[in-house]
C-alpha cells in the first residue's frame, strides 16, 4: 500500500467514525428486558413497536425474543417514545413512556425489566 493509499484510508475511517458517532449520539438507543407470558410458555417471536408518543407514529416495528437488547435508530434529537409488545398467544402490552435523548440511552440503555403479558382465552 502506497503513502497516498494510507493516507486516504486514514481519512476514510475517520470520516466513518465521525459519522457513526453523531448518528449514534444523535439518532440512536438501546433498550433491553425481557417478555414472558404469565402461565405458559411464549410461542415464537414477539413484535415490540417504537412508537413516538407525540405523534403515535411507529418509528420501528423490531421482532424479539423472550429476552432482548436492541438497537433503535431514531431521528435525532429528544422525543418520548413508547413500546408496544404483542406476541402470538397474548394481548398487547403498551409500556410507560420514555424520554430519549439519544446518546444517554445508547451509552446506559433503557430497562424495560421483565414484561408479562397475558395470555388472550
Known amino acids: 500500500m502506497s503513502k ?3 493516507i486516504n484510508f486514514v481519512a476514510f475511517v475517520v470520516t466513518l467514525c465521525v459519522v457513526w458517532g453523531g448518528c449514534v449520539a444523535e439518532g440512536a438507543f438501546r433498550v ?6 404469565a402461565g405458559v410458555p411464549l410461542r415464537g417471536n414477539c413484535h415490540m413497536k417504537v412508537v413516538r ?3 403515535q407514529e411507529v418509528a420501528k ?3 424479539v425474543g423472550p429476552a432482548f437488547q436492541e438497537t433503535v435508530v431514531v431521528a435525532p434529537g429528544s422525543r418520548d417514545y413508547y ?5 402470538p398467544g397474548a394481548e398487547d ?4 413512556t420514555y424520554s430519549v435523548t439519544g446518546a444517554q440511552q445508547y451509552e446506559k440503555p433503557i430497562d424495560l425489566g ?3 403479558l397475558t395470555p388472550r382465552p
Open 93 to 96: 402490552s403498551k409500556t410507560t
Open 32 to 37: 433491553h428486558g425481557s417478555i414472558r407470558l
Open 61 to 63: 416495528d423490531l421482532v
Open 83 to 87: 413500546f408496544m409488545i404483542s406476541c
Open 114 to 116: 421483565t414484561i408479562t
Open 4 to 6: 497516498l493509499e494510507k
Open 53 to 55: 408518543a407525540d405523534t
